[in-house]
């Protein structure tokens, strides 16, 4: 008896514990997960604002419990309408620009390409915010228990507080099937939701604000007409021709709802749903006919229809099948536990490593969610801007920042969300065609610095910053690169056109230099960058280093191309004739790697641009085991640029440090990068609260350029080789990875390592074909057998190394020897679809 009772005891006892642990699991769970940005306040501004996107539709959610904002964007609203922007006075000018260059001559050279390069048409068009959905809470009561939280693995923004005693919460998402964004207001007890809801634009935009139905609240409007400061007066306003319809419809279940004319009110509900709807006219860069407010309402009227926990599924279920191929886990710490913006301002001086894979994995979500096949790529903002007038128009800027969008694309198996950067070339290589004719005479299509929703190619802004016509010849090599990891030739065909069109335009232009007869490109600039014994804004020149190796790069890979589509025999033969007599890159007189023809470099200079080390990153021109010279050059120009910058070039040098293979430099890198600005006193690039980077201002291209440097960190596949974990930095000493991906279609199912040393990799190979992996430390098979030393060449035709000119050192140089880490290098012969397995030994 007395046994029973004590047994009885124990076992309420435990229940008790057992249930309160549950629940403070539960708590700690969804405060605590890997994969959500979590906060203890409602945002202050935009920059602590949660992003939700689907590709098309962008929203910034503040989750403030009396002011609620839903800031909008949709991705085809710009300014203007379908326009070209040619200089026709450029061909004119051509030879005497040349002229002046060669004579260095570069404040008049300057001067001419103001005048006759530069666009006196229009000077491209900024992308534009819808507006705002502003929800006006009944309830001033104070706030308590407040919590919201932005969870990237379903891409869901949730807010939940507490108002006398009532627990409120809003759950929101962009859904990508169905193409609205759905709100849901819930709380735990009837009749306590009352709101009124408004819609706005910033000023000077003019909008329509009415009411449909008595449930349904519309603002309808135009992108705005534009005249850019910089152009003459006799300059043609461009026409704002896109229109955009954007419509809320309020469902609540219980209360009341009623209309006036431009606000909807809803009066003690028990829950509602919010579906909103942006549409606009936009068809492709020269048609804008078709209907916004059918599209919008259409979207609309079928969401509407749908069960909200259907809504929710189908949201999940494609998010997931993108987010999920890939899963990160580099250990964890005390601070996973704190707030997101308190993890940010306390990442450089203390040890969070998941914050890092969060960082990582959120590049993945912001892709995925402002990327989508058939839709816009992603530009400066991604698609989440707040104005009319963003900081560089918002627009797609080509000499760094739009490429740097889509590093991690191929690599964090995303390969998908470069589709919408993939057809912009496609477009570009037709619109680039006139501006190659009218502007240069040449055969091909050409860009230059910047382009729009419109496809401008023309150069913009200023001599400065526009006189650059290799845009197109970067963008390109976005396409060469996808079919280095998906091998598929049929794709290849498909863009083939845009490939040969970048060459023939190189072919067309390029032009002997007097001193050595090199080939070279002129008028151009290193971007945005010119000498420091010239004036500042004298960035003209010619031959320079990031140009010789885009040439380089836009020629080798079209040969290529060709071979492997029998084309074009006749152009391949012009080609290996012309790489032959491009520039060599070059070693300086301060052992740097020099980013012009002369030796100019000044290693005080720590400009932000480091465009001469796109040989090293992102492309493979400059290898630690083939051009060891160039590597240490590049090195040594990255030390004298210094690690703090904007967002966008500290991201850039993760990247750099981990092809030189010095995981603890790019380390030290993300440090300066995770470090809270926004707020009074803060200074220099980073991390604003909602994680989203800081140039500042706000550009989306340092967070994807963080995904990529952490993932260069972990896989190379450049190189000759698979080389896992190149640089890792002390810090991160066990972790896992899953599926990312190599090039030659080779997926790296897992990759697991303890104590510094890879312990295990699964790689599956999707195309055939050798398999050489390199390692820091010895592997074996899985069945405990030896793997095979590889010799000579990797036979695997994905993994050529590109084979250039034998580097110029300066007599005045002294470079050191590169000093690397031995390692092993394996050979394992694969069959399509087979899966290798390798160990520690
Ligand atoms: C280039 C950079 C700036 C900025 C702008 C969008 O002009 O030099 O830093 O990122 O693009």
Redesign the pocket.
């Known amino acids: 008896m007395k046994l029973k009772t004590v047994w009885t005891a124990t076992f309420l006892v435990l229940i008790i514990i057992v249930s309160s642990c549950a629940n403070n699991e539960q708590k700690t769970q969804s405060k605590n997960s890997n994969l959500k940005l979590w906060y203890d306040a409602p945002a202050a501004n935009w920059n602590e604002a949660l992003p939700l996107g689907n590709g098309r539709l962008g929203a910034m959610v503040f989750g403030n419990p009396t002011n609620e904002n839903i800031q909008l964007n949709e991705l085809t609203l710009w300014a203007g309408g379908p326009h070209r922007n040619d200089n026709p006075l450029a061909k004119g000018a051509l030879s005497d620009i040349r002229k002046l260059l060669f004579n260095k001559k570069y404040e008049e050279a300057h001067r001419l390409a103001n005048e006759k390069f530069i666009s006196k048409v229009a000077h491209g068009m900024p992308y534009e915010t819808v507006g705002n959905l502003r929800l006006n809470f009944k309830n001033q009561d104070s706030v308590s228990n407040y919590y919201r939280e932005l969870d990237i693995e379903n891409a869901i923004n949730t807010t939940k507080y507490t108002i006398d005693g009532v627990e409120f919460q809003r759950e929101i998402f962009t859904s990508f099937p169905d193409e609205v964004i759905v709100m849901k207001l819930t709380a735990n007890k009837k009749g306590k939701i009352s709101f009124n809801a408004t819609m706005d634009r910033p000023e000077p935009a003019k909008v329509s604000i009415f009411t449909e139905n008595d449930n349904v609240l519309v603002m309808t409007g135009f992108g705005s007409d534009n005249k850019n400061k910089r152009l003459p007066k006799e300059a043609p306003t461009i026409e704002g021709k896109i229109e955009f319809d954007s419509r809320v419809k309020i469902v609540p279940e219980g209360g009341k709802l009623t209309a006036s004319n431009d606000a909807l009110e809803v009066e003690n509900a028990d829950s509602v749903t919010l579906y909103i709807s942006i549409a606009t006219n936009f068809v492709n860069y020269k048609d804008v006919s078709a209907d916004a407010h059918k599209r919008a309402a259409n979207y609309l009227a079928k969401a509407e229809k749908k069960d909200y926990k259907d809504l929710v599924k189908g949201h999940t279920d494609f998010y997931k099948n993108y987010f999920n191929r890939v899963s990160l886990d580099l250990g964890t710490s005390e601070a996973a536990k704190k707030p997101t913006d308190v993890r940010i301002k306390e990442f450089r001086d203390g040890f969070d490593p998941a914050l890092a894979a969060l960082y990582f994995q959120y590049g993945r979500y912001l892709l995925i969610s402002s990327s989508q096949p058939g839709g816009q790529p992603a530009n400066?903002q991604g698609l989440w801007c707040k104005d009319l007038t963003p900081?560089?128009k918002s627009a797609y800027?080509i000499?760094?920042?739009t490429e740097m969008n889509y590093w991690p694309a191929e690599v964090t198996n995303l390969t998908e969300m470069h589709e919408p950067l993939i057809e912009m070339v496609k477009e570009l290589s037709v619109t680039g065609q006139e501006t190659a004719e009218v502007m240069y005479g040449a055969d091909g299509w050409v860009t230059h610095?910047n382009t729009d929703l419109w496809r401008i190619c023309e150069p913009v802004d200023g001599a400065t910053?526009g006189m650059w016509p290799m845009g197109g010849t970067w963008l390109t090599q976005h396409v060469w690169d996808k079919y280095m990891f998906n091998g598929d030739l049929e794709y290849l065909e498909t863009v083939y056109p845009t490939m040969k069109g970048a060459a023939k335009f190189c072919l067309s232009v390029l032009t002997p230099e007097p001193e050595n007869g090199w080939l070279v490109i002129a008028p151009s600039i290193s971007?945005?960058h010119g000498p420091s014994i010239r004036k500042k804004n004298i960035t003209i020149d010619d031959g320079t280093t990031m140009d010789n190796q885009l040439v380089f790069d836009m020629l080798t890979k079209t040969i290529e191309a060709a071979k492997l589509l029998n084309k074009d025999a006749d152009l391949v033969k012009k080609m290996e004739t012309t790489l032959a007599k491009l520039p060599p890159m070059q070693v300086g007189k301060h052992n740097q790697l020099q980013e012009w023809l002369e030796d100019l470099d000044d290693p005080e200079d720590n400009h932000?641009?480091v465009s001469h080390l796109y040989g090293l990153f992102p492309s493979n021109l400059i290898s630690p085991y083939r051009t060891p010279e160039l590597f240490k050059g590049a090195e040594n120009t990255l030390i004298h640029r210094g690690d703090p910058s904007?967002g966008?070039?500290m991201n850039w040098k993760i990247n750099l440090w981990a092809r030189l293979l010095d995981g603890n430099h790019a380390y030290k890198l993300m440090g300066d990068q995770i470090k809270l600005v926004g707020r009074p006193g803060s200074k220099g690039g980073g991390t604003y609260a909602n994680m989203l980077d800081a140039?500042p201002p706000f550009?989306i291209?340092g967070n994807f350029g963080f995904t990529s440097g952490l993932t260069e960190m972990l896989v190379q596949s450049h190189d000759g080789a698979i080389h896992l974990i190149p640089a890792l930095p002390d810090v991160w000493k066990d972790g896992k990875v899953s599926g990312l991906r190599a090039r030659g279609g080779f997926e790296i199912v897992e990759l697991e390592w303890r104590d510094g040393k890879v312990a295990k990799a699964i790689i599956k190979s999707n195309l055939g074909g050798n398999l050489r992996i390199r390692s820091y430390n010895e592997l074996i098979l899985q069945d405990g057998g030896d793997l095979k030393v590889a010799t000579g060449e990797n036979p695997n035709a994905f993994y050529q190394v590109p084979k250039i000119k034998k580097p110029l050192i300066s007599k005045a140089a002294n470079i050191e020897e590169v000093s690397l880490k031995p390692t092993y290098l394996y050979d394992v012969e694969t069959k399509k679809g087979e899966v290798i397995v390798v160990l520690q030994k």
């Open positions: 400066l900081p560089w800027t000499n760094i920042n610095h910053w971007p945005e932000r641009h904007t966008w070039s140039h550009q291209d």
